[in-house]
C-alpha cells in the first residue's frame, strides 16, 4: 500500500527544468541567443551542397572554433561525428548551469533523427573509392554514439538511452525523462537532440520529397505563412539539452506541467491527417489538467511546408476554437534541425516565459501580447505522424 501511494506521489510531482544549453545558428550562449531571437535576420547562408547553391542554417565560424577545440582536446574525439560533437559541447554547459557534478547520478537520453550522417557518407564514400570500410566506420555512426560519448565526457554513472523519432526525437527525449523521473527510477535526466544534417545525401533527399525551399524571398522559409504556393523546408545544425530534477526546485527556469502524445495511422510514410489528428490529441493530452485561456503561446512545429503548418494550424484551431494563443515557430530563422527541433523550441519557449516578450514572425500576421507569458506549449512531429506537446511553466 505504502509502494503504491509513493508512485502515485511520484507520478503527480512536478518536473523542473533547472538548465538548457545549446549551440546552434543562434549561438551558444543565453545572451546571444535571445540577443539574434530579438533581431528579424534569419540565420541562412548559401553553400555548395547537393551540386547547387543551397540555403542552410549553419554554425557560424566562432563556434565551429568551439567545436574543434573540443575534437582536439582528446585524442579520442577526433574520429567522432559534429552530431555527437554538438551533443557535448551542449551538454558540457548544461550540467555546469545545473550545478551537477560526476558525483550525481543522472540519466542521459539524447536522440538524433539522421545521426552520423556527415561520417557515414564519408566512411561510404571511402568504400566505394578504396573496396575497404575503416576501423572505426561502425562504432562511430551507431546511433548509440551520442549518449555513449556524452556520458563519457561528464563521466556519468546513470543510464544512457538514444533514440530516432525523426523530427519529435528531442520532444520523445523529454517524455522518456519525465517517465524515468516520475517512475521513480531516477531523479535526475539529461535529455535532447542533436543534428548535423548539412550534408550533399541529406540535401538531396529533401528535394526528393519536394519540400526544400528554392524561394528567392527575403525569407526563404515561410514557416507560418499559410497562404504559401510552394514548400520552403530549409535545413539547420545544432544540438540542444535540458536537465530535468524531479520536483519543484528553487532554480529551476520552467516547469513541466503536462506531456502528450499521439501517432496517425498512416496512409503513407510521410502522411499527416488534414487538421493533423496527432497533434490534436497530443495538445489534449498536455493540456487535459489546464485551462485553454491560460495557454498564452504556442511553438508550433510549422517546418515551412504547405501541407506541414497548414494541418497544425487546423489542429490548433480545432482545440482552442475562435480564440486561439499568441503563435510562433523558429524555423523561419534557423530551419528545421530534424531531431534537436523540439529542444529548440523549448529553449525559445523558455526564453520569452523569463523574458514575458512574445517572439513572432516577422512576415505573419502581427499579433500583440496582451498578458504576461506563463504557459507556453510546444509541439513536434516527424515522419509517421508521431507528434510530442509539452506544456511549460514559470
Not at 36 to 60: G, I, M, P, Q, R
Not at 137 to 165: F, K, M, R
Not at 297 to 312: C, F, N, Q, R, S
Request: proline share 3%; aromatic share 6%; glycine share 8%.
Amino acid at each position: 500500500m505504502k509502494q503504491n501511494k509513493k508512485i502515485i506521489h511520484l507520478q503527480q510531482q512536478t518536473i523542473s527544468i533547472t538548465a538548457i544549453a545549446s549551440i546552434s545558428p543562434l549561438g551558444n550562449t543565453p545572451e546571444s541567443i535571445w540577443e539574434n531571437y530579438l533581431n528579424e535576420n534569419h540565420c541562412f547562408t548559401e553553400h555548395d551542397l547537393d551540386h547547387k547553391k543551397t540555403y542552410v542554417a549553419k554554425l557560424d565560424t566562432n563556434l565551429e572554433e568551439v567545436v574543434e577545440v573540443l575534437r582536439e582536446s582528446d585524442n579520442k574525439y577526433k574520429s567522432l561525428d559534429k552530431s555527437v560533437l554538438y551533443a557535448m559541447v551542449a551538454s558540457r554547459k548544461a550540467m555546469q548551469n545545473a550545478g551537477w557534478t560526476p558525483k550525481d547520478i543522472f540519466g542521459i537520453n539524447i536522440g538524433s533523427s539522421r545521426g552520423a550522417t556527415d561520417l557515414f557518407e564519408k566512411h561510404y564514400q571511402d568504400y566505394l573509392e578504396t573496396g575497404k570500410a575503416q576501423t572505426l566506420a561502425s562504432p562511430t555512426t551507431t546511433l548509440g554514439n551520442i549518449s555513449s560519448w556524452v556520458a563519457h565526457d561528464l563521466q556519468s554513472s546513470g543510464p544512457e538511452i538514444s533514440h530516432s523519432i525523426t523530427c519529435s526525437t528531442a520532444l520523445h527525449a523529454v517524455l522518456n525523462g519525465v517517465a524515468w523521473l516520475r517512475a521513480g527510477m531516477a531523479d535526475k535526466f539529461l535529455v535532447g537532440g542533436s543534428e548535423a544534417p548539412l550534408t550533399d545525401f541529406t540535401i538531396a533527399q529533401m528535394r526528393a520529397l519536394k519540400i526544400y525551399s528554392n524561394s528567392e524571398e527575403i525569407y526563404p522559409n515561410r514557416a507560418l505563412d499559410l497562404d504559401k504556393k510552394q514548400n520552403t523546408m530549409i535545413l539547420g545544425e545544432g544540438a540542444g539539452v535540458c536537465c530535468l530534477e524531479i520536483g519543484k526546485k528553487e532554480n529551476a527556469l520552467a516547469f513541466i506541467e503536462g506531456i502528450g502524445y499521439a501517432t496517425e495511422i498512416l496512409e503513407h510514410n510521410i502522411s499527416i491527417s488534414a487538421e493533423a489528428t496527432c497533434f490534436q490529441k497530443s495538445m489534449k493530452m498536455a493540456l487535459e489538467n489546464t485551462d485553454l485561456s491560460e495557454v498564452d503561446v504556442i511553438v508550433m512545429h510549422a517546418p515551412g511546408t504547405i501541407k506541414g503548418d497548414l494541418t497544425e494550424y487546423r489542429a490548433i484551431e480545432k482545440i482552442f476554437g475562435a480564440t486561439l494563443p499568441l503563435l510562433t515557430t523558429n524555423k523561419w530563422k534557423i530551419g528545421h534541425t530534424f531531431g534537436a527541433s523540439g529542444i529548440l523550441s523549448m529553449e525559445l519557449a523558455i526564453l520569452m516565459m523569463r523574458h514575458n516578450t512574445f517572439i513572432g514572425v516577422p512576415f505573419a500576421e502581427a499579433q500583440i501580447q496582451t498578458k504576461p507569458i506563463k504557459k507556453v506549449l510546444i509541439n513536434a512531429v516527424g515522419f509517421g505522424g508521431n507528434a510530442v506537446s509539452i506544456l511549460l511553466s514559470v
